[in-house]
């Protein structure tokens, strides 16, 4: 019970700071225009988002919304509400799990386990060894959707992964790798540093590197954009995430993984995914840890939602779910990197939605580029659960029948 008020208390929203708006204009509206409708009600801008054609305004406090959504050449205006991160309970040390569950479990059968209905308790991870008696420690989720079977094939270089979050921790050994420059949208001009574990936690389950010495993710040679638009308390701003949107898409990210959310609608925050659908980015977004509809961004058209299954192939409890579920993907138990090189496991959409982002990257790696098709070849590769559409979607992809359907197209 807990943890279930914590996740919701993270995934309510709190009331925006007095002033702060964002204002989409029409089209026709040119920077300058906009400029002088916002200075004539006593604001000023504060950031611009030219390719939504939208701006962060701060007026006086006796400002309305709702006057400045009737004003001539606004499509739009919102309050800039507060998102936050996506998590169930806190991140769990593997000595504490071991203590949990006694013995872990060494072995997992890659593909979807025999139906049952007895709860089946997860391995941590799976170790792997080398000729040289190194070993690697392999998430039990990803030996269970065969990535590290396609591993001779592709590792996911090449592929460009925008992790919008808390940030990541790059000194990390099996990010370190992978870790591309980065950008911190709360202090520009500062390293997107990780001060949660949050954002650590989710890029290495996308590319943590195989190197022998700790864990590996699912594309473990994919690069990782770090992009900070959480605090420490990890939460943000809509605000931020569309500036952490526009950066990515210029980097020409191939994927953009949000694992964050909020439980209201952002006409400017649509408008910005929209965009980057439009570019050709994937956006993947955690559908949320409180057992109800799917929030945003997931909830939006044009992203990816992606809801939270355990080892049995069972709906997690506190994962969302709704008629916008595209995906569903592992998100109990989930063992990665976490701060001072350490690993913890977690529990969340918030590790569910990653899992999706690193399979797109492997097929990006193949060349599947552009939206559209990563989209396609996830769900032709996606294994049908016997859930609900509303609880998976199309099902979980499986990445030894994504890889094995991209190489028999070419």
Known sequence: MRNTLAALLLFC???ALAGDKIIVFDPEVTPEAQARLVQSRGGSIVQEYPFINAALARFPGDVRTADISRAPGV???????EIYWLASERPLALEAAQAAIGELLETAKAG????STQPVISPVYITSTAVDGKF????WSVVRLGASRVWGVT???GARVAVLDSGVDCTHPDLAPNCAPGYNVLEPGTPPHDATGHGTHVAGIIAGALNWSGMAGLAPEAAILPVKVLNSSGTGKVSQIIEGIRWAVGQKADIINLSLGAPQYSEAQAKAVKAARKAGVLVVCAAGNFAGDIGYPAAFEDAVAVTAIDYSNKLASFSCRGPETDFTAPGVRIYSSYLEKSFYLA???SQA???ISGAAALAVSLGVKGEAALREALKKA???LGLPPEQQGAGVPIITRLVSDILAAK
Request: negative net charge; charged residues 25%.
């Open 112 to 115: 979807p386990p025999a139906a």
């Open 347 to 349: 529990n969340g959409t």
């Open 136 to 139: 690697e420690r392999l998430p």
């Open 13 to 15: 929203a709190l009331p």
């Open 353 to 355: 939605a990653p899992h």
């Open 155 to 157: 590792k996911g270089a």
């Open 75 to 81: 499509a739009s205006a919102e309050d800039d509400e």
């Open 382 to 384: 996606s294994f049908d």
